[in-house]
């Protein structure tokens, strides 16, 4: 930083405003990360991303990753994302959606995008400047990566379970407002495309899409809560009643396979992650 | 009725095996209008047979077991009939999003338009329709519709061109991609392209 030209200056200063004015927090004060606001992080970041990349071989040793999965406390916005991202799409029903945080990310994004093409439009600017609005690019364009996943997963859900959404209040409660327009359009749609296509031209007494003839499955596809997940504790958790007399007390770090059901709670205040 | 020594079901079989068939190979096979409409007869068919037993049916001896199992038959044709038509929009949702969400890709493509029938291609349409409501949400910041198979490592990337596609703008200006030229450009600008197969990514 032994440039001192005007154009350098404000390159600094318009960082710094674009820094203090995000909610990470405590990580301002150090000297250089300033500029490079979604890089400081980069090294826990990295690891989360290759274990994303090769998210089966992230699953069949989840012992040896376990020890860099440990998230603290004071976590970045990004990596809080991350978690939920891992949670999401481990986890076979939907979470509930984390708009502040989101919201906040996606401004974040806009910003960093907007300072990094006023700066790169500075003609004066130095070799070692040029890097860094490089690496602000790039890690621009990882962070959005994460963001693309975790709606897609949602949305993946969100299709799979239309008709289920709108016939549940409670599920309703952990959606968003987009979220629940889009099931609502697509509950929707595949009605009607199962009436135009199938049930418009069978005889009266056979054209319902909701009859429940025994001994077959339901129309509606719920979550299967059954459904076994990995998970890992991030601090001591409260001992897990499987039945009357089985009860697993997961301590910090450990890892365990369990039916999704049992560790719902737990996932929901933070105590452990799936993985 | 095609042959006289067929069972119950006989059809509704064949049109899930298209499905599993599907699955396995992992293609999009032609939809059956033939076999989906000989079902329906087929469903009309046994309607006609339960009402005539319904009406002969006596009060005093409960539903006769012939009742019983045209009715069986009947849930589980029109659930394989649903099942078919389920199995085969999943599929187009795939193509869709395997696609970046670009629906003209598809519908322009004879092979594919073939397959499809006329309410799948109505179907398409109105899915496209909304989720690109739904991008609507994101279109400040990113594009949801973009491919999330793997992490971005690099900004620019090589790509050879396979397919001419035009004058595309990107950052640098707009470029005239034409078949077998190579280029460096910025992933963002392009990566649709890839995605849709005009451009290949040179490793």
């Given at each position: ?13 318009q960082?710094?405003?674009d ?7 405590g ?5 250089r990360t ?6 400081s992080?980069n090294e826990?970041?990295?690891?989360t991303?290759a274990?994303?990349?090769?998210s ?13 999965l440990y ?5 970045s916005?990004?990596?809080q ?9 481990h986890a ?7 708009e ?13 995008s907007?300072a ?5 439009g500075e ?20 962070v959005?990566?994460?963001?693309r ?8 859900k ?7 959404i709108?016939?549940d ?28 296509s199938?049930?418009q ?24 809560e ?18 009357e007399d089985?009860?697993l ?9 369990m ?5 719902e709670?737990?996932l929901?205040?933070g105590?452990?992650e799936?993985? | ?9 006989d ?20 939809y059956?209008d033939s ?11 046994l309607?006609?047979a339960?009402e005539?037993?319904?009406?002969g049916?006596?009060e ?5 077991p ?6 069986t038959?009947?849930s589980?044709n ?12 999943d ?9 970046g969400?670009a629906l003209?890709h598809i519908l ?9 029938s006329?309410?799948e ?6 899915y496209?329709?909304s ?12 594009d949801i519709?973009a491919?999330?198979?793997n ?13 001419d596609?035009?004058?595309?703008q990107t ?33």
């Amino acid at each position: 930083m032994s440039r001192s030209s005007v154009s350098a200056m404000d390159w600094e200063a318009q960082f710094k405003a674009d820094t203090s004015t995000s909610i990470r927090s405590g990580k301002n004060g150090k000297s250089r990360t300033g500029a490079l606001a979604l890089d400081s992080d980069n090294e826990d970041q990295d690891i989360t991303m290759a274990s994303a990349s090769e998210s089966n071989s992230a699953r069949a040793r989840p012992v040896s990753v376990a020890p860099e999965l440990y998230i603290q406390e004071d976590e970045s916005p990004l990596s809080q994302l991350t978690k939920h991202w891992m949670n999401e799409r481990h986890a076979p029903d939907i979470l509930p959606a984390q708009e502040e945080l989101l919201a906040s990310l996606l401004d974040h994004i806009r910003r960093q995008s907007d300072a990094v093409q006023l700066l790169r439009g500075e003609p004066s600017a130095s070799e070692e400047e040029h890097i860094r609005i490089m690496l602000v690019q790039m890690e621009v364009e990882r962070v959005k990566f994460i963001v693309r996943s975790y709606v897609r997963t949602r949305l993946f859900k969100i299709e799979k379970f239309a008709r289920f959404i709108m016939t549940d209040a409670t599920i309703q409660t952990r959606i968003t407002t987009a979220e629940r327009a889009h099931a609502s359009r697509h509950a929707h749609l595949t009605d009607r495309h199962f009436h135009n296509s199938v049930l418009q031209s069978l005889p009266e007494t056979q054209s319902h899409l909701d009859d429940t003839p025994i001994f077959m499955p339901p129309m509606i596809t719920k979550p299967d809560e059954s459904r076994p997940v990995f998970v890992h504790a991030l601090r001591d958790c409260p001992p897990i009643r499987f039945h009357e007399d089985l009860t697993l007390e997961m301590k910090h770090g450990h890892i365990s396979l369990m039916p999704f059901s049992f560790i719902e709670q737990l996932l929901l205040r933070g105590y452990v992650e799936l993985i | 009725m095609s042959t006289d020594t067929r069972q119950f079901g006989d059809l509704a079989t064949q049109l899930v095996m298209e499905s599993r068939r599907s699955s396995q190979t992992d293609a999009l096979l032609k939809y059956n209008d033939s076999l989906v409409r000989s079902l329906l007869r087929e469903q009309r068919d046994l309607e006609r047979a339960a009402e005539a037993l319904e009406a002969g049916m006596n009060e005093f001896q409960g539903p006769p077991p012939a009742l019983l199992i045209i009715q069986t038959a009947i849930s589980r044709n029109k659930r394989c009939l649903l099942a078919y038509h389920s199995h085969r929009i999943d599929r187009l949702r795939d193509l869709y999003w395997a696609v970046g969400g670009a629906l003209p890709h598809i519908l322009n493509n004879q092979d594919t338009r073939s397959k499809l029938s006329p309410h799948e291609v109505d179907y398409l349409r109105q899915y496209n329709s909304s989720v690109m409501e739904f991008r609507s949400e994101f279109s400040h910041e990113l594009d949801i519709t973009a491919s999330i198979t793997n992490a971005p490592k690099d900004l620019h990337v090589l790509v050879h061109v396979v397919r001419d596609c035009g004058v595309i703008q990107t950052e640098l200006g707009s470029i005239d991609f034409q078949k077998g030229q190579r280029f460096m450009v910025r992933r963002a600008d392009i990566e649709h392209l890839i995605v849709q197969g005009y451009l290949e990514e040179v490793s």
